[in-house]
């Protein structure tokens, strides 16, 4: 039995098909990344997998409880932490997590017990006396993914956990769902794609309502093998952009003030010929490296297809 199961899910927002039939199933502990451009489809799909909303025809099994029909069981089995978790701003870290304790029906010495464990474990023990308008966007992150775990789900779904943040917040949260992920299976959410291909071992790719690809991040990888060449010039030099995309070798090429970075098809091309087309152009290369290619450009390979 698979731990997510979707078959064929839709949604339409009055008559706005957000979601056109999608199915997965995927299993197995680790990261999950779902990925997608703002306006793709995730909040949907993953407030559809909470129970919070209904599809519009298809169904979510998890590990073979119906979430429609089977809401007891399901709320034993996941943790959700929403885009924009909402606190009392007044209250406590400690006093957050009883008063979530008590929504699950859990004895006081048990809250007592799960949250010294949790706030220990992402790291906001010391702060929990405080109150949580004063915590910063990683803390009240932090304090959000121990809520979600207040009831040990084996799932934890995850929708956009650190886009909010700033990079020292980011670092601090991918690094707990690192960790996290040994014992529960994450299903994450996010449109930065860096995020996703530093934590996530297993890819899904949404877009406009439907999903291109569901794939382990190694295979994916492998299956996309390819190269990028980075060069960084002495002086912004739009002639050389206009002439790299002209030719057949070249994908895409990012163009930032002085750096480039020329998406290729064909290394062996490429490396004869754009050193020929930069000192055509006089420009003046003071810094040149190969690499492989990232998630992103495989994003943008996929989703162009
Ligand atoms: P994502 O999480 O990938 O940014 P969403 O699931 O939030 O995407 O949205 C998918 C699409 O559905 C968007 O076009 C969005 O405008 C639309 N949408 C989402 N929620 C609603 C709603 N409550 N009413 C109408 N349209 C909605």
Redesign the pocket.
């Known amino acids: 039995m698979k731990m997510i199961r979707c078959e064929k899910l839709t ?1 339409s ?2 008559g ?1 098909p ?2 056109k039939g999608i199915s997965f199933s995927i299993d197995g502990p680790g990261c999950y990344g779902f990925i ?12 559809i997998m909470a129970g919070l909303a209904k599809a519009t025809s298809g169904r979510i099994q998890i590990e073979g409880y119906d979430v429609e029909r089977d809401q007891k069981n399901i709320a034993k089995l996941i943790g959700y932490l929403p ?1 924009n978790p909402a606190y009392y701003d007044y209250m406590t870290g400690e006093e957050w997590m009883m008063l979530s304790g008590k929504l699950f029906g859990l004895s006081k010495t048990e809250i007592k017990l799960r949250t010294e464990r949790l706030l220990k474990r992402c790291g906001i023990w010391e702060a929990r006396k405080r109150k949580i308008g004063g915590y910063s966007g990683g803390m009240k992150q932090r304090l959000g993914l121990a809520q979600a775990l207040i009831n040990e789900p084996k799932l934890l779904l995850l ?2 956990p650190v886009s909010a943040l700033d990079p020292m917040g980011r670092h601090q949260v991918l690094e707990l769902i690192e960790e996290l992920k040994r014992d529960h299976m994450i299903f994450m ?1 996010s ?1 930065i794609l860096d995020d996703v291909e530093k934590t996530a071992d297993h890819i899904l790719i ?1 877009h406009k ?1 439907q999903l291109l690809l569901s794939s382990a991040k190694q295979d994916l990888l492998k299956e996309y093998a390819g190269s990028a060449i980075k060069f960084q010039l002495l002086a912004p030099n739009q002639t050389i952009v206009e002439a790299v995309t002209s030719q057949t070798w070249a994908e895409r090429i990012e163009a930032s003030n002085t750096s480039y970075r020329v998406v290729v098809n064909d290394l062996e091309k490429a490396k004869a010929q754009l050193p020929l087309i930069i000192q055509e152009e006089a420009g003046v290369i003071t810094d040149y490296r190969i690499e492989a290619l990232s998630l992103q450009d495989i994003f943008f390979k996929v989703v162009n297809a």
């Open positions: 949604k927002y009055q706005f957000a979601l997608g451009s703002n306006g793709s489809g995730k909040t949907t799909a993953i407030r885009q929708d956009e959410s449109h949404l309502g």
